[in-house]
């Protein structure tokens, strides 16, 4: 019997016409097209200020990752262009080589209709994005779905040149009293110290209150140990992969608002082991604080990644950031509790 390529893989639950323009590359190239990403279920955070989910297009059964045998990521995507898929994806080693597979999508295609890829893009834009890997390992987004191929610059407008009309004769300067001027503006420069010096008072946090003791900076004594978990090589099931010591500095300073702050972070790692695939993190990192009496929340965005209880000297809580991609879930946390800096 004669080899009949097909569409093999996670086909469950894609739309049809997923699975018709995937057929259409397997009979073109003679080969199997095997979808190694199919249909997404996972709940990921919703958003705190629409509580809409961040569906991804995988989620929205519109979307396929695949594989074909001999042919690289770029050769891959071309066919998937060719074929009528609107959103194209192209993955890369570390070193900027091709890996063996693509990411095709219908968004702002009729099959999109009633999800938040509806509106899509415009024909005339070629779209594609990047995903390094270092030894195997996944090592995060460098360009997400920007323009490869933009549309051509439009001429500038040519500009009519304005009329010039001669400028009205200056008029003769009112006589003015010396003395008076010079005490006006003496007196409105006086006013402008005392508010400045007002509004200062009032902004800046106290020594002594809350917001006064958690301004400065602040240090682990001890390295403090991170694990970091992800479910890349076990679909919907968390597992440690990864964890390190960290010496760690934070420079708090006032936000712009009562109550919040600005947490500059800066590490040092060591004794580092990893068991699977994780996105490293790196440092400085930037987060908000607010407080509530003498409990610290720290965000990164809208997401709660710290709870703390703080005095005039220590800060002691727990450290538990999850985060998402749209390949993989990762979490990076410490015990409870186990993340203790004091004010230097």
Known sequence: MAFEPRVIGKTEGLNDEVMKKLDII?????????IISGVDTRKYLKDSNKGKSKLTAH???????????GMNSEQIATELENAGFSGVGRYYFKDGTPTHTAHGDLRGLPVAKGTKFEKGLEKKYKWGYKWYYLEGKHYGKSIDWLPLDGPPHPKPAKVKPAEIKPAPPAEKPKPTVKMNRAMLIAAIIAALVI?????????SPQSGTPAGDLVGTWRTSSPVTFHTQTDFDYPFTLHDVESEKRDITWIITAGTSDGTFDIEEHYTSSDKSSTGTYTPEFSPNFYTGVINGDRLTVQKGDSIVGEFNFTSSIITGTWDDSTWSSIYTQRTYTASNGLTLTKQ
Do not use: H, N, P
Request: aromatic content about 0%; overall charge positive.
């Open 26 to 34: 397997a009979k073109k190239t003679g080969k199997d097209v095997k």
């Open 59 to 69: 989620e929205c059964k519109i979307a396929a990752d695949v594989q074909i045998e």
């Open 195 to 203: 508010i400045a010096v007002l509004v200062a008072i009032s902004i």
